[in-house]
């Protein structure tokens, strides 16, 4: 059982911004002098209750569709010693102010790399291959008979692959594409990356390049505001009439008016997307008017270990700061 935080029990007071897996929040109770308050739904917490529930605590562990800003760390008070994000991704958090107040962050990469790596490769392969599109034609009665050109896609064999953001679900992405017998690969990101690209012998290219030469485009980067709207009309319009884009990392660095003028005129194959602006994307949304535009509701870590240890990770990062000893997985801010 873990000691209590530096000021007593007491202290070790924390708001938990939705139903997490059980592995997760058992690791909390179970934790010594550790007083938990939870929005206890599957629906994000409205913001009211998440001003009202953040006051005076010490721990905060949320989720990535809470926005947590000023307003938020006002509303929580010079108490709020850490914050543990049930996530890889940290856009949704104001860092400059989090920073400013000392305050501590942990976040869950690596946990959830494998998941996120096999559901882009799943995501591609729809797209390229048009499964929706093909599952449609067999259930309302397109199917007709055996023809040669019928649902034809694109393959991975002898193509080339260009990867936005060789970090770790970069690298895990190219590492299980490269058994499709992809010719090359190339990567764009803020510099050169040569231990991680030597595996796949990976070419460091521009942006523009990427875009020139590849037959499939993956983006795996983070939110940030260099890469904010970077796949736009410009991006898509250098792509060959032939790839597919897919895009498993945030919404938000697509131009999403751009893609779909891209996809609807066929400047570009077909698209794939785990991540959308917003998210829900309302069901009137133009690009679910699309035949080549495969869309999933952010799945990317969607299994059940995978939740569950990012859970248990993020509490003990949450722990961890409580007690001022180092996270398991901590921001450097």
Not at 137 to 157: A, E, R
Not at 290 to 304: F, R
Request: aromatic content about 6%; hydrophobic content about 40%.
């Amino acid at each position: 059982r873990g000691r209590p935080g530096r000021n007593g029990g007491a202290a070790m007071s924390v708001f938990v911004t939705r139903r997490i897996p059980v592995e997760g929040l058992r690791v909390l109770s179970q934790a010594s002098g550790c007083r938990v308050q939870q929005w206890d739904s599957d629906e994000p917490v409205p913001r009211a209750e998440l001003l009202a529930g953040v006051a005076g605590k010490r721990g905060l562990l949320c989720l990535l569709s809470d926005r947590i800003d000023s307003e938020v760390l006002d509303a929580a008070g010079p108490s709020l010693k850490v914050i543990s994000t049930l996530s890889v991704g940290f856009d949704h958090l104001a860092l400059d102010e989090i920073k400013k107040r000392g305050i501590r962050v942990g976040y869950t990469p690596d946990v959830l790399t494998d998941a996120t790596a096999e559901l882009s490769v799943a995501l591609l392969l729809a797209a390229c291959r048009r499964l929706p599109e093909a599952i449609e034609q067999v259930k309302n009665g397109g199917w007709t008979t055996w023809k040669p050109l019928w649902m034809c896609g694109y393959g991975l064999s002898d193509s080339t692959v260009g990867i936005i953001g060789l970090g770790r679900i970069g690298q895990a992405v190219a590492r299980r594409l490269k058994p499709f017998g992809v010719k090359k690969f190339l990567y764009t990101g803020s510099g050169p990356k040569p231990e991680s690209a030597a595996e796949f012998d990976a070419e460091f290219v521009a942006l523009t390049r990427l875009a020139e030469e590849s037959d499939f485009v993956v983006v795996t980067c983070a939110l940030t505001p260099t890469t904010q709207g970077m796949c736009n009309k410009d991006f898509f319009g250098k792509m060959k009439k032939t790839s597919v884009f897919v895009n498993t990392s945030r919404g938000a660095v697509v131009n999403q008016e751009d893609l779909y003028n891209a996809l609807a005129h066929g400047q570009i194959a077909a698209a794939g997307l785990d991540v959308t602006t917003p998210e829900p994307l309302p069901t009137d949304h133009p690009l679910l008017s699309l035949k080549n535009c495969v869309i999933l509701p952010h799945v990317g870590s969607a299994t059940y270990a995978t939740r569950s240890t990012m859970a248990v990770l993020a509490a003990n990062n949450l722990l961890a700061g409580l007690r001022g000893e180092p996270m398991p997985h901590e921001l450097q801010l």
